[in-house]
């Protein structure tokens, strides 16, 4: 008798459903993933498949503890549970991204390659691959504009031709609108050409390969810090902006690597830029009279600066001497 009760109540044990959260609990945690997911770097907003795969890696992470938490919380801790709620959340969260992420890919196009974004970088500046309207530019003091003259020399004082010159800080407080023609960049198989040109601020630039062969465009600035890192596809261009003023940058490909010269790449703010020419002179007109910062870019690579304190109504000279 004792034997036919044991083997009934043994049974019974073999078929007790090991601990799992509650459907509740797995909806709550689902809804938070899938929040990070989305706004991270809001996915209607983030064209960059960097930015995907920040959204991507941070939704998966908190994985394993929000697990544990709900299962702290319902007093159904153990590590049975852990793993296989866990492996749960894993499975129906990347049904759930990847039919989410193919359906807007289809709708937008597979977004570009590019370094980690984060939502702050899409707010404060970083190059956009979805060109916008450039905001409305305001309108000059016309009571308090000047003219700047300048000359650019070596220590031993002579001309400098062709260098760069930009107005790199002083006129933050003003919006011009960019040009309307795009600065087109070609690689060919020896780096971006031209080999220094300036690039304003909403204004679109096209980078291309004249070779037909794959190039990527690989942006660092001064600091030697990447800004992006963009395939460049041997057919069709590939298009950009900037937000905000980056100074000067330098442009290579890393597919190509040392046998490509780097090409040097001013992105700016303001329309005050120009190359000094045959006896190292540069002018700008109709610049606010504020107190500025000049920069300078030599075709040698020599780089200076210059500070200028500007009067309304009159013409102010700078010498710039290189080292």
């Known amino acids: 008798m004792n034997n036919a009760t044991r083997i009934p109540e043994e049974a019974d044990a073999l078929h007790i459903a090991p601990p799992q ?6 909806a709550i945690c689902l809804l938070i993933l899938l929040g990070i ?7 209607w907003e983030a064209r960059e498949m960097s930015a995907w795969n920040e959204n991507i890696w941070w939704s998966y992470i908190p ?4 697990v544990l938490i709900f299962l702290r919380i319902e007093g159904k801790l153990a590590f049975s549970a852990l793993v296989l709620d866990s492996m749960k959340l894993t499975f129906i969260k990347f049904v759930i991204t990847i039919v989410a992420a193919n359906l807007l890919w289809e709708y937008w196009g597979t977004p570009g390659t590019g370094e980690p974004l984060s939502s702050l970088a899409i707010e404060t500046g970083e190059p956009t691959f979805e060109p916008r309207e450039a905001p409305l530019p305001t309108a000059p003091d016309r009571t308090r504009i000047a003219n700047v003259s300048g000359v650019i020399v070596d220590q031993a004082d002579n ?7 930009w107005i790199a800080a002083g006129l933050e407080q ?3 609108p960019p040009p309307i023609e795009p600065l087109q960049l070609k690689n ?3 780096g971006y050409r031209p080999v220094s040109s300036v690039v304003q601020t909403w204004q679109r630039l096209e980078l291309s390969s004249g070779d037909r062969a794959l190039h990527t465009a690989v942006m660092t600035n001064a600091a030697g810090e990447r800004l992006f890192n963009y395939p460049v ?23 190509h690597g040392e046998s490509e010269y780097p090409a040097e790449l001013v992105v700016t703010d303001n329309p005050f830029h120009a190359s000094s020419d045959a006896e190292g002179y540069f002018s700008f007109e109709d610049v606010p009279a504020v107190d500025l910062l000049l920069r300078v870019l030599a075709s040698d690579g020599r780089k200076q600066e210059g500070r200028l304190q500007l009067s309304p109504g009159e013409t102010s000279s700078i010498r710039i001497a290189l080292d």
Do not use: K
Request: glycine share 6%; net charge positive; with cysteine.
């Open 159 to 165: 001309p400098i031709p062709n260098a760069l010159v």
């Open 21 to 26: 959260l509650s459907r509740t609990s797995l």
């Open 37 to 43: 997911f989305a706004f991270l770097n809001p996915i």
């Open 174 to 176: 003003h919006i011009y």
């Open 233 to 255: 596809l041997p057919d069709g261009e590939r298009a950009l902006m900037f937000r905000r003023s980056r100074g000067l940058t330098r442009l290579t490909c890393s597919v």
């Open 188 to 190: 060919a198989g020896d």
């Open 63 to 66: 994985i394993p503890f929000l």
